[in-house]
């Protein structure tokens, strides 16, 4: 039998270390236990976004039936989104086996586009392990090449207008792709380390985490599935439907109007201008923080290119007629928001690329603890989102073509405007976390957000 009389001297050491090492074991568990508690709790309860859980259940199923719906009302006679009972298709309009080949057929020709060895390469911001991605910059090649195909296809007879037919079976399949993607993108973040997840999208719930995407640059071998998805399927699909309700005016009405001659060039201008500064993706929000989840993914499939182009499919069963002064002021308005948005997106994205290069050597900046700079001269002097200002007065120009008998083409600006200043308020919350006392001093120096001395 065991007896701590029988125990030697040096015996009694022995026991007494290994007691000490077992309970420091059980000790260090105990702790690391209870930290890693405490983080999981912290990360549950980190602030949620879009409304929390609440958020996250309903935006999947209200934005699809917005789209849906907008889509319905504005080639409707009426075009009233005050018309009660609302305007509802029959289902067999939400259906046309064309568009599945139509969609796939799309992203699929955009994925090889994406991976011909065209344009350069260039690094993406430092990653948490430290590492930056290389993305390939030939978002405009792409979007040439497609011109080109699109150009051959209607040389050859290809019934482009067809698309105001297919409009809604496109969006319902967009947004079916939309679901499949994200469902996708949710499921395989489990194979992520742990790194590689974004802030935001990693609560643990999974509704949330669905919609706001876990995974921040989800890859397929050197193939970025959100990088891809932020400018090109969506983007250069938004100008092509445009396009596509052009002819149908011409087929309607043997020429193309002012009107939408304006809305087609206007909206061209800003697609053009995104994938000729593709880089420039690469420093914003989405790319930078957002995980890729549903928001991201559904806004840019099935979003952007079914809500953006809206005005130009209002304009095929609505004519207008504008008078050539009308044209030149918004021509003009759609100038001075294109240059004010172009001119600070450059500013701030030289200045975080190169703070030496001679374009923004000059500005007045303040210093931040994290090593970065802020600037408070030039646009970002003026007010703290100098391009949401020059992207909402762009936005203001694409709608005032359709004239001002109907609401409809102005849901676009309303839109925009609620989510400029619902992203305005998220990038306040990032910057102030990030930059603490600093960005305090920025906002004092720059006291407006969006509009000078309004807002
Ligand atoms: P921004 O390009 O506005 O970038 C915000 C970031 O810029 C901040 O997080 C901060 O990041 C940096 N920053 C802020 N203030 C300063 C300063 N004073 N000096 C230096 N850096 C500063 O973000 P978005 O991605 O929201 O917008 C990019 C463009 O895309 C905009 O023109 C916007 O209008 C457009 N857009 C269009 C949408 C559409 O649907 N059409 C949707 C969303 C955006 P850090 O300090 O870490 O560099």
Same mark, same amino acid.
């Given at each position: 039998?065991?007896?701590?009389?029988?125990?030697?001297?040096?015996?009694?050491?022995?026991?007494?270390?290994?007691?000490?090492?077992?309970?420091?074991?059980?000790?260090?568990? =105990?702790?690391?236990?209870?930290?890693?508690?405490?983080?999981?709790?912290?990360?549950?309860?980190?602030?949620?976004?879009?409304?929390?859980?609440? %958020?996250?259940?309903?935006?999947?199923?209200?934005?699809?039936?917005?789209?849906?719906?907008?889509?319905?009302?504005?080639?409707?006679?009426?075009?009233?989104?005050?018309?009660?009972?609302?305007?509802?298709?029959?289902? *067999?309009?939400?259906?046309?086996?064309?568009?599945?080949?139509?969609?796939?057929?799309? /992203?699929?020709?955009?994925?090889?586009?994406?991976?011909?060895?065209?344009?350069?390469?260039? =690094?993406?911001?430092?990653?948490?392990?430290?590492?930056?991605?290389?993305?390939?910059?030939?978002?405009?090649? *792409?979007?040439?090449?497609?011109?080109?195909?699109?150009?051959?296809?209607?040389?050859?007879?290809?019934?482009? %207008?067809?698309?105001?037919?297919?409009?809604?079976?496109?969006?319902?399949?967009?947004?079916?792709?939309?679901? +499949?993607?994200?469902?996708?993108?949710?499921?395989?973040?489990?194979?992520?380390?742990?790194? *590689?997840?974004?802030?935001?999208?990693?609560?643990?719930? #999974?509704?949330?985490?669905?919609?706001?995407?876990?995974?921040?640059?989800?890859?397929?071998?050197?193939?970025?599935?959100?990088?891809?998805?932020?400018?090109? #399927?969506?983007?250069?699909?938004?100008?092509?439907?445009?396009?596509?309700?052009?002819?149908? =005016?011409?087929?309607?009405?043997?020429?193309?109007?002012?009107?939408?001659?304006?809305?087609?060039?206007?909206?061209?201008?800003?697609?053009?201008?995104?994938?000729?500064?593709?880089?420039?993706?690469?420093?914003?929000?989405?790319?930078?923080?957002?995980?890729?989840?549903? /928001?991201?993914?559904?806004?840019?499939?099935?979003?952007? #290119?079914?809500?953006?182009? /809206?005005?130009?499919?209002?304009?095929?069963?609505?004519?207008?007629? +504008?008078?050539?002064?009308?044209?030149?002021?918004?021509?003009? +308005?759609?100038?001075?928001?294109?240059?004010?948005?172009?001119?600070?997106?450059?500013?701030?994205?030289?200045?975080?690329?190169?703070?030496?290069?001679?374009?923004?050597?000059?500005?007045?900046?303040?210093?931040?603890?994290? %090593?970065?700079?802020?600037?408070?001269?030039?646009?970002?002097?003026?007010?703290?989102?100098?391009?949401?200002?020059?992207?909402?007065?762009?936005?203001?120009?694409?709608?005032?073509?359709?004239?001002?008998?109907?609401?409809?083409?102005?849901?676009?600006?309303?839109?925009?405007?609620?989510?400029?200043?619902?992203?305005?308020?998220?990038?306040?919350?990032?910057?102030?976390?990030?930059?603490?006392?600093?960005?305090?001093?920025?906002?004092?120096?720059?006291?407006?957000?969006?509009?000078?001395?309004?807002?």
């Amino acid at each position: 039998m065991f007896r701590w009389a029988n125990l030697g001297w040096f015996d009694a050491r022995v026991l007494i270390v290994a007691l000490c090492l077992l309970f420091g074991v059980r000790i260090h568990e =105990e702790f690391r236990r209870q930290i890693m508690k405490l983080n999981k709790q912290k990360s549950s309860q980190a602030e949620r976004e879009f409304g929390g859980t609440l %958020g996250a259940t309903c935006i999947p199923v209200f934005l699809p039936l917005t789209v849906l719906y907008l889509l319905c009302v504005c080639r409707s006679p009426a075009a009233s989104v005050l018309q009660w009972p609302p305007v509802l298709p029959p289902t *067999a309009q939400l259906w046309d086996p064309l568009a599945p080949v139509l969609i796939l057929g799309w /992203m699929a020709l955009q994925s090889f586009l994406y991976l011909l060895p065209m344009g350069k390469l260039s =690094e993406g911001m430092v990653l948490k392990d430290g590492s930056r991605l290389k993305y390939p910059i030939n978002g405009f090649h *792409a979007l040439c090449v497609t011109a080109v195909l699109l150009t051959l296809s209607l040389w050859l007879g290809m019934p482009l %207008g067809y698309l105001f037919e297919l409009l809604l079976p496109l969006a319902v399949c967009a947004i079916g792709v939309s679901f +499949l993607l994200s469902l996708y993108l949710y499921i395989r973040s489990f194979w992520a380390p742990h790194h *590689a997840l974004a802030q935001g999208g990693n609560t643990g719930n #999974p509704l949330y985490d669905f919609f706001m995407g876990r995974e921040l640059n989800p890859r397929i071998g050197s193939f970025d599935l959100k990088y891809f998805c932020e400018l090109r #399927p969506g983007l250069i699909g938004w100008v092509v439907i445009n396009l596509g309700m052009l002819m149908k =005016e011409v087929e309607l009405r043997d020429s193309a109007s002012l009107a939408m001659i304006l809305v087609n060039s206007f909206q061209l201008l800003y697609v053009a201008d995104a994938l000729w500064n593709e880089e420039a993706v690469l420093t914003t929000m989405d790319i930078v923080h957002d995980g890729f989840g549903f /928001m991201l993914v559904f806004g840019d499939l099935a979003w952007v #290119p079914f809500t953006y182009g /809206m005005q130009a499919a209002f304009l095929v069963v609505h004519p207008q007629s +504008l008078s050539p002064l009308g044209a030149t002021a918004i021509v003009t +308005l759609n100038g001075v928001g294109y240059y004010i948005f172009r001119k600070s997106n450059s500013q701030k994205n030289q200045f975080r690329r190169d703070p030496t290069h001679p374009s923004v050597a000059n500005l007045e900046t303040i210093a931040t603890a994290t %090593g970065k700079r802020l600037l408070v001269s030039g646009w970002w002097g003026l007010v703290r989102h100098p391009n949401y200002l020059g992207d909402l007065l762009m936005a203001l120009a694409w709608s005032l073509p359709c004239g001002f008998n109907h609401l409809l083409p102005y849901f676009y600006v309303v839109y925009f405007t609620v989510l400029l200043i619902h992203r305005e308020a998220r990038d306040e919350r990032h910057c102030r976390a990030k930059y603490g006392l600093a960005w305090d001093a920025y906002c004092s120096r720059v006291p407006y957000r969006i509009f000078p001395y309004v807002y």
